[in-house]
């Protein structure tokens, strides 16, 4: 019934089948997480998986090799898992993302979080790029996320609910962590880059926003704008994993400023905060990381 009305769903199998490839790719033994900590790179973001991969010995899987993994078809996204270590930390990051504009369910956006979630990730950074509405915010910004509106009109969890992956009903009133929003702020006061704060409104894409809508977003409380993260959200935490949200604010919004949005302006932004950036999640990945060394 309800692959008739929504299409094909998420199955705890497949999302199995992808983490055991996984882990059978990484030589990873016996169920053993193969990390706790993740991360998911934004366009333009991806700087950081590649310093990762110059530092440490790393291995690199490209999407499109593992099982029911979506693929993405835009620039400035290179579809690849890394898995690296920072100092003696194992990290996964995913470089790339796929987003609801391009065609895949909801659902499917999510996969990829499910599956971190079962090779044992406990605390997902969901980065993105993001247009700056809040008038504390400038171009070249890195703001977290203290919370979502989610206008996708959408929800990756439609349809029937697996308890082997999640609850069906779920609070979602701290969706992003605060004590790792304490975290990260110790961190980037401690590296003299501190960091803004605000509301990210989720939105369909794939066009920018209009003025009006704009105009909108901000009485509703929001700061920021983007076409990501808020399903990876809340699949996340339907998981119970914890979420850190960061976003690289690479335009003001539409009618915020002169001139007309493009996908360039937006990677060329990203590039360019994006040692800063890197800085920043050096520093956060250990420490989070070492909050699970307990449950090794
Ligand atoms: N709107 C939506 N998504 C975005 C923007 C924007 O202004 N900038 C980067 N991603």
Redesign the pocket.
């Known amino acids: 019934m309800a692959e008739q009305l929504l299409g094909k769903t998420t199955s705890f199998e497949q999302v199995s089948n992808a983490a055991d490839f996984i882990r059978n790719r990484l030589k990873i033994k016996d169920n053993a997480p193969a990390a706790r900590v993740s991360v998911i790179l934004g366009?333009g973001l991806g700087a950081f998986a590649q310093e990762v991969m110059e530092k440490s010995k790393s291995q690199l899987i490209p999407y499109h090799e593992i099982p029911h993994f979506p693929t993405s078809s835009i620039e400035g996204h290179n579809s690849c898992l890394v898995y690296g270590f920072i100092g003696e930390t194992p990290v996964l990051l995913m470089q790339g993302r796929v987003h609801r504009y391009e065609g895949y369910s909801a659902n499917k956006v999510a996969f990829p979080i499910c599956v971190l979630q079962a090779l044992g990730v406990k605390s997902v950074i969901l980065t993105?790029?993001?247009?700056a509405i809040g008038d504390h915010l400038d171009v070249g910004d890195l703001m977290l996320i203290k919370d979502h509106i989610n206008m996708t009109g959408d929800n990756p969890l439609l349809g029937p609910n697996d308890l082997r992956m999640g609850p069906r009903f779920f609070d979602m009133s701290e969706a992003y962590s605060k004590s790792l929003r304490e975290l990260a702020e110790k961190v980037a006061t401690s590296q003299k880059a501190p960091l803004k704060e605000g509301i990210y409104v989720g939105?369909l894409?794939p066009c920018?926003?209009t003025p009006a809508e704009i105009r909108m977003f901000k009485t509703m409380g929001a700061d920021a704008?983007?076409?990501s993260t808020v399903l990876e959200t809340i699949s996340a935490r339907h998981g119970g994993m914890d979420v850190l949200g960061i976003s690289c604010l690479?335009?003001k919004?539409?009618g915020l400023s002169q001139g007309s949005?493009n996908h360039q302006e937006?990677t060329e932004i990203a590039t360019k905060v994006s040692k800063r950036f890197s800085n920043l999640l050096f520093g956060i990945i250990p420490e989070i990381a070492h909050r699970y060394e307990h449950q090794k």
């Open positions: 366009s993105n790029a993001a247009g939105v894409g920018y926003e704008v983007g076409m690479t335009n919004a539409a949005l937006v």
